[in-house]
């Protein structure tokens, strides 16, 4: 399917210039927006938009029907999510209950020094350090096991990078024990098989700055399915 850029020009707000490419200048009869996917950079930018095409279309005298309008995560989550998805308080006892039973003598990659007392607070403050490490990775979608296997060439401080796949194997395969599933492996899942509701046939990206490599690689895969249009500003 094409993939089409369309630059927006300067000389009017932001919003009323997407709201311009939306809807036709004249407006003869209600407006079905259904068949769209529009994804704005942020929430805040998607009610804007929402409420400058019903504004128009009320201006003349017709109804706006069906408007879809997302944030980019929407690429990155399944429309129906998993009821066994873990918590944030799923994953923080699940990465202490890995880091009070790890055997850190093993790990003196990520420990070189005396090896810290393995307490419940230690535990949950190391997990969420190392889950925000996961989740800047996926950014680009990666897991901590791949970027170690896959840049280990030029990477620096290694053996804390094997320590740290070491640790997220042992947290995915608890999670897995337990029956839940971690929400960043299911987003970069997700990205490489993305899902579009029933009924879209074009997806309209409405000046979303900077995309992660992610947000890409979903969007690589949705345009063999529709077209999509990349409004620039």
């Not at 005396?114 to 403050?125: I, L, N, R, V, Y």
Request: hydrophobic share 45%; charged share 25%.
């Amino acid at each position: 399917m094409p993939l089409e850029r369309h630059f927006l020009d300067w000389h009017a707000p932001l919003t009323k210039k997407m709201r311009e490419f939306l809807l036709p200048e004249s407006l003869a009869k209600p407006v079905d927006l259904g068949k769209e996917l529009i994804i704005a950079p942020t929430r805040q930018a998607g009610r804007r938009l929402r409420e400058a095409l019903a504004l128009r279309c009320a201006e003349q005298q017709t109804a706006l029907l069906s408007p879809r309008v997302e944030i980019p995560t929407y690429f990155l989550r399944k429309t129906n999510e998993p009821a066994n998805v873990a918590n944030p308080t799923e994953i923080a006892a699940v990465w202490a209950n890995v880091l009070m039973n790890a055997d850190l003598d093993q790990l003196n990659g990520l420990f070189p020094a005396q090896a810290p007392e393995q307490s419940f607070t230690w535990a949950m403050h190391t997990g969420e350090m190392i889950q925000r490490l996961r989740d800047t990775l996926a950014d680009g979608g990666y897991r901590i096991a791949e970027a170690y296997r896959d840049f280990s060439d030029i990477l620096e401080e290694i053996d804390r990078w094997r320590d740290l796949a070491e640790l997220e194997t042992a947290y995915l395969d608890r999670l897995g024990e337990l029956g839940r599933q971690d929400p960043i492996d299911l987003m970069i899942k997700q990205a490489a098989k993305p899902e579009l509701a029933e009924g879209i046939e074009r997806i309209v990206i409405a000046v979303v700055p900077d995309p992660t490599p992610l947000m890409i690689q979903a969007l690589e895969h949705l345009a063999e399915q529709v077209p999509i249009v990349i409004l620039i500003h």
